[in-house]
């Protein structure tokens, strides 16, 4: 069990450094489209059509990753802060609990990111994207509103991460690793 949970806290860290720079990605082009626009049409007199709907792609890509990754680094807002810090049975029950709410939020999104009524996939909301164009990008729309399902399905392996590495070990907080000095 102990292995298990040290390779999904492999994999979680390992999703979550390409996550990062996914993100970084992001808005290294949000913000060259936003400054390539202003340019164009300030100085060039000829803005393009595509850089501000480019712009608001990225801005997608870059907030999804960057909450997985907000998450990874437990700098994501709770109303409880000091929960993670607490050690033994009651630090364990009070990450399951997390771990629960986290668990109902994003399985619909998964859920009906990939089915629609009667389990079907081109009705889901990824299917149904795969045949949108993008206004002025010449793209179909799935590239764009994949962020959604894949962040949160990020988020599930960081939770179950944390989770199989704070019931493995009762010295360790939920995905930190940190030992607890109590």
Not at 8 to 36: C, E, K, P, Q, T
Not at 74 to 96: E, K, N
Not at 153 to 161: G, P, R
């Amino acid at each position: 069990m102990r292995a298990l949970a040290i390779f999904l806290s492999r994999v979680s860290h390992g999703l979550n450094r390409i996550a990062l720079w996914g993100a970084v990605a992001a808005v290294l082009v949000m913000a060259f489209s936003a400054s390539w626009q202003v340019i164009a049409r300030y100085i060039l007199d000829a803005p393009p059509v595509w850089t501000e709907e480019l712009a608001r792609r990225a801005m997608v890509w870059a907030g999804m990753l960057g909450a997985s990754c907000a998450y990874h680094a437990q700098a994501d807002p709770t109303l409880f802060p000091g929960m993670r810090d607490v050690a033994g049975r009651m630090g364990t029950g009070l990450a399951l609990i997390r771990g629960v709410g986290v668990a109902l939020f994003a399985a619909p999104v998964i859920w009906y990111s990939l089915f629609g009524p009667n389990m079907n996939l081109a009705r889901g909301f990824l299917g149904r994207s795969l045949e949108r164009q993008a206004e002025m990008i010449g793209v179909p729309m799935i590239w764009f509103t994949a962020a959604v399902p894949i962040a949160f399905v990020l988020i599930v392996i960081h939770m179950l991460a944390g989770l199989m590495m704070r019931l493995t070990d009762k010295n360790t907080h939920a995905t930190t690793g940190q030992e607890v000095h109590s």
